[in-house]
């Protein structure tokens, strides 16, 4: 996939509304594959939503999303299976994880259906993410902050043209984020990725192409 093309877009709730002042909203926007993306939005203005419209979870929108050339409301169930195995990452607010498993099994089931990860490099993001001593560790018994780093390594648990992160360091320190900033520029540099990172205030320092206002 090259680019996300927004042509229109609108979430049906908004549909009444006299006016919204958006970069996105109603607007023409495409995202392109190796482009860094910064969308900025106050709360209550749909920065969830966009990432759920184009993870295919929810179709309550106006307007046309498009995959290079193609509708998304064309995307059978096995289509959508395939896009987010190859192709799209996501990284939800509310994280999504399995909170019953550990956190290396949460990792193991993302990585077992893509097979894009060795052993060994997922036990060294552990590392350098500060939870070497958190992998057999039940996902409840983790704070926020260390479960945004585990789902943060199962986003990249495979191969993706884009990847959405969704207010990724809400819950970190500025040493935590700037390691997981440091990681993410590695991996998109190897699979030449586009970025959108999501924030309501506190943002992922990177080298932003461009900053949007939702």
């Known amino acids: 996939m090259q680019q ?3 042509q229109q877009t609108l979430p049906q709730v908004f549909a009444d ?17 190796g482009d860094i993306t910064l969308i900025e939005a106050a709360s209550g203005t749909g920065k969830s939503s966009l990432c759920s419209f184009i ?24 289509e959508w299976t395939s896009l987010r195995r190859t192709s799209l990452s ?22 077992k259906l893509s097979k894009y990860k060795k052993k060994k490099e997922i036990t060294l ?4 993410m500060g939870l070497a001593d958190k992998m057999s560790t039940k996902v409840d018994k983790l704070s926020f902050g260390q479960q945004q780093r585990v789902a943060f390594i199962r986003a990249l648990s495979q191969p993706f043209d884009f990847i959405f992160l969704d207010e990724p360091v809400s819950h ?8 997981l900033g440091e990681i993410l520029m590695e991996e998109i540099a190897i699979q030449q990725a586009g970025v959108i990172v999501t924030s309501i205030g506190k943002h992922l320092e990177l080298p932003y192409n461009s900053v949007l206002k939702l």
């Open 55 to 78: 993870y295919g979870f929810r179709n309550d929108y106006q307007g046309i999303i498009n995959f290079d050339n193609k509708n998304i409301a064309g995307y059978d169930f096995k």
């Open 4 to 6: 996300i093309h927004l």
């Open 172 to 179: 970190l320190d500025d040493a935590n984020s700037a390691i």
């Open 17 to 33: 509304l006299n006016s919204i002042t958006s970069d996105i909203w109603h607007k023409n926007v495409t995202f392109k594959k």
């Open 90 to 111: 996501m990284l939800f607010q509310d994280l999504r994880l399995f909170k019953e498993l550990s956190a290396l099994d949460n990792i193991l089931i993302k990585n």
């Open 125 to 128: 993001l552990f590392e350098r």
